[in-house]
C-alpha cells in the first residue's frame, strides 16, 4: 500500500563545537598548501535543540521532541599516500515527554547510541586526486515508553562504501561518493548515491589593497 504525507516547518537547531587536541595548528592558506600531515586528534561536541515543529498527534514530525548530544572523539594518520581516519562517539538523548500516542501522547526515553565510523583513503600522484573506503557501525538506541522498555527497538546497524574526489582545475573538484547498508537490524535498508562540486581557496595570493 502506498501512502505519502506532507510536512512543513522548522528542523530542530543544531550547532557543533570541535577542537584539536593534537596536530594541525592554525595556519594561514600559504602555510597550509605545503603542510604535511602527520598524526592528529580530536574531540567535538554536537548539541541538538528542539526548535523544530512538533505535534504529538503526527507520527512523522520535523521536531524530534528532546535535546540530544553527541560528544565524539577523531584520529587521523597519515603514511605516505595513505591516511587512515577513525571516529567514536555516542548520541545521548532527554525525554520525549509526548511521544506520538493518540488519544494520550506517552513519556518516550531512549538509551545511548554508540558509533564508529572509518575511512581509509589513498592519495593519488595527480595533485587532489583521492578515493577512500568507508564505513560505519552504530549500535543501542532501546526506547522505553512511560517505562516499558521495548528491546526490539535495538539499533545494531552498519553501511559501507567508497568516495572519489577529481581535480578539475587548480581550485575546482567534483566528488562522488556511493554507500550501501551492510547490516541493518532495526529501520530501513537504502543506497545512496552523492555528487558534489567542492571549491578551494587554499593556495590563492595575498593580494594588497
Do not use: C
Request: hydrophobic share 35%; net charge positive.
Amino acid at each position: 500500500m502506498e501512502r505519502s504525507i506532507y510536512r512543513s516547518g522548522l528542523l530542530d537547531f543544531t550547532a557543533r563545537f570541535a577542537v584539536n587536541l593534537k596536530g594541525g595548528p592554525a595556519m594561514k592558506p600559504q602555510q597550509y598548501a605545503k603542510w604535511k600531515q602527520k598524526m592528529l586528534l580530536g574531540a567535538s561536541l554536537t548539541v541538538v535543540a528542539p526548535t523544530g515543529q512538533y505535534d504529538p498527534t503526527k507520527l512523522v514530525n520535523w521536531s524530534i521532541n528532546r535535546w540530544a548530544f553527541k560528544p565524539e572523539f577523531g584520529y587521523s594518520q597519515r603514511w605516505g599516500h595513505w591516511v587512515l581516519d577513525g571516529y567514536a562517539g555516542a548520541w545521548f538523548y532527554t525525554t520525549n515527554s509526548a511521544y506520538v500516542d493518540v488519544p494520550v501522547p506517552k513519556r518516550q526515553t531512549e538509551a545511548p547510541i554508540g558509533s564508529f565510523e572509518g575511512h581509509l583513503s589513498y592519495d593519488f600522484k595527480k595533485q587532489r586526486l583521492w578515493a577512500s573506503l568507508d564505513g560505519n557501525f552504530w549500535w543501542g538506541g532501546i526506547t522505553a515508553l512511560n517505562g516499558v522498555r521495548l528491546p526490539d527497538t535495538k539499533q545494531v546497524s552498519s553501511r559501507i562504501g567508497g568516495t572519489v574526489s577529481i581535480p578539475l582545475t587548480k581550485h575546482q573538484s567534483i566528488k562522488a561518493a556511493y554507500s550501501d547498508g551492510t547490516y541493518i537490524r532495526f529501520g530501513g535498508n537504502y543506497q545512496n548515491v552523492s555528487v558534489a562540486w567542492q571549491y578551494s581557496w587554499v593556495g590563492w595570493p595575498n593580494r594588497k589593497r
